[in-house]
């Protein structure tokens, strides 16, 4: 038995409530992006937008991530979560600072609710931080994927930290340059160091599994650790000292080579994969990962190519933060939802009846139509919201608010029907 | 039971667990070979060196019930004993022909 850490998936009472609040913040930003559709199309520091965004990355994206990790711990770390009841508790304060937060954004209250707000979300994060750490510290393995969790953790709290210090500057006003250029900061450190560190580590573990692929070249996700670590570097240290133009070239071009890597590994596991067919979940993951090279793209204009006026820019800006939040990471979380909590609630429910009785599969606890129907659903809905940033049409945007929220939806339902699936239905 | 008696018993028993699929991929775990041995001694206690695809497989624990359900639903007496084994480790070249059709 030595070896095997089957016992050490945490209770379905500790990842569920994740996903359940998580597809509601998804129904939430359709809904406020229906509210204030011009919000994208005003400058990108605008307190809506803000809203907007801080409830797609922490109550909708963030929530669910802390949700399946949880779950995957023991997958990747090889050791169970440190503390159940923490993460119940981080669960809470979460929610409720998620929602803290985006209403004082919404409502523009810079100076009044917004420190409080950061700081309860700055608490509720460090406390998933501690629990991952302490998880980590228990793991009897040291692979390049744990160590990419590793530091997703850690690259998180250094963006909340700096999120939190431009929250209070607005009551103090205690630092040297101006909000943007920190927002920058904390921006880019939260798409790359956090969430892009943590989608690796656990994708370049969940994928080739998924996919049947093995004998992968590591050395493609240890170069990506490498580069990807040091353009965070160069960012925070560009950032706070030196704030030289050619540095944020650097900083661009190690994070491209960082993401080519791992596109390179995900590819190489693509490519040797003995299952040919795949399911819906792969079928996003897959464009996810394609839609990565969006934002580089949409960087690499902005950066290099020629010069832009201020209001292109703006576009730009806006137009990269929706291919990353909605391009990439809602993508590939649409996906792999459908390839984990199926898993996590057919584990809780026919554990224990295998062998004894006719059970059905994992991915028949929800409808395969409605995923179906939601994944073609979103894929217009990126394309006309695309279509609606760069053009600046508010119609365009308006119906791509519409498709979100009908995705938002039949999201809901497909999980609402895997989480209170009955196993006295089984056929 | 002869020998020869005891290795077709043997296929019979790897020919019922054909009825034990791996949820997540949804092939038979004979067929992804996370079976290395079988063997049964004549008096009711069947060995089995079991591997799985990674050794932090989250359904190690259900296919391990599934394989001794499995068995004695159809003889009750049958004692199972399942050894884990990661040597040598499971690579995909471990499906059969069978297997490889069914992942299309």
Redesign the interface.
């Known amino acids: 038995m030595q070896g095997l850490q089957t016992n050490n998936a945490p209770h379905p009472s500790v990842i569920i409530p994740h996903f359940v609040f998580a597809s509601i913040a998804l129904i939430g930003v359709a809904m406020l992006l229906l509210l204030s559709e011009s919000a994208l199309i005003q400058v990108y520091f605008s307190g809506k937008l803000i809203a907007i965004t801080h409830l797609t990355i922490l109550g909708w994206a963030s929530m669910i991530i802390f949700g399946a990790l949880y779950q995957l711990i023991p997958v990747v770390f090889e050791t169970s979560l440190y503390s159940e009841r923490l993460a119940k508790i981080t669960f809470y304060s979460l929610g409720v600072s998620v929602v803290f937060l985006s209403y004082a954004f919404w409502i523009n209250s810079f100076t009044v609710l917004l420190p409080y707000a950061a700081l309860a979300t700055f608490i509720s994060l460090l406390l998933f931080v501690i629990n991952v750490f302490l998880s980590y510290k228990k793991s009897p393995v040291n692979k390049i994927e744990s160590k990419f969790i590793l530091m997703s953790i850690v690259w998180l709290s250094v963006t909340e930290f700096i999120g939190t210090m431009i929250a209070f500057n607005f009551k103090f006003n205690f630092l040297s340059e101006i909000h943007l250029h920190y927002l920058k900061i904390h921006a880019t450190i939260g798409f790359v160091g956090w969430f892009l560190f943590l989608i690796i580590g656990v994708g370049s573990t969940l994928l080739p599994m998924f996919f049947i692929s093995h004998e992968l070249n590591k050395n493609w996700l240890r170069k990506s650790f490498v580069f990807l670590n040091l353009a965070m570097l160069v960012l925070l240290v560009n950032g706070f000292s030196v704030n030289e133009t050619s540095l944020e070239i650097v900083t661009f071009s190690f994070s491209i080579l960082g993401i080519a890597y791992f596109l390179r590994y995900i590819y190489q596991s693509y490519k040797k994969r003995l299952r040919k067919k795949l399911d819906v979940g792969m079928r996003y993951s897959a464009l996810a990962m394609a839609l990565l090279v969006l934002p580089i793209i949409i960087l690499t204009i902005v950066f290099n190519v020629f010069p832009l006026d201020d209001e292109f820019v703006n576009r730009a800006v806006i137009l990269y933060g929706f291919s990353v939040l909605f391009g990439f990471i809602t993508t590939l979380i649409l996906g792999q939802t459908y390839k984990t909590l199926p898993f996590i609630v057919w584990l809780h429910k026919y554990q224990k009846l295998v062998g004894k009785t006719k059970t059905p599969l994992p991915r028949e606890l929800y409808s395969e139509k409605i995923a179906s129907i939601q994944f073609y659903t979103y894929f217009l809905c990126l394309i006309v919201m695309g279509i609606g940033i760069i053009t600046q049409n508010l119609i365009l945007l308006k119906i791509a608010s519409y498709l979100l929220l009908l995705v938002g939806i039949l999201y809901t339902i497909n999980v609402m029907k895997i989480i209170v699936h009955s196993s006295k239905n089984t056929p | 039971m002869t020998a020869e008696d005891i290795m077709l018993f043997e296929i019979e028993l790897l020919e019922l667990l054909k009825e034990?699929?791996d949820?997540?991929?949804?092939i038979n775990i004979v067929d992804m070979g996370l079976i290395y041995k079988l063997t049964y001694d004549g008096e009711g206690i069947v060995n089995i060196d079991l591997t799985?695809?990674?050794?932090?497989?989250?359904?190690?624990?259900?296919i391990m019930?599934?394989?001794?359900?499995?068995i004695?639903?159809k003889y009750p007496d049958f004692i199972v004993s399942i050894e884990?084994v990661?040597e040598p480790k499971w690579?995909?070249a471990m499906?059969s022909d069978e297997g490889?059709k069914m992942?299309?």
């Open positions: 034990v699929i949820p997540e991929v949804e799985f695809s990674t050794p932090s497989c989250p359904l190690g624990d259900t019930t599934n394989i001794r359900e499995t004695n639903q884990l990661f690579t995909p499906i490889r992942l299309g």
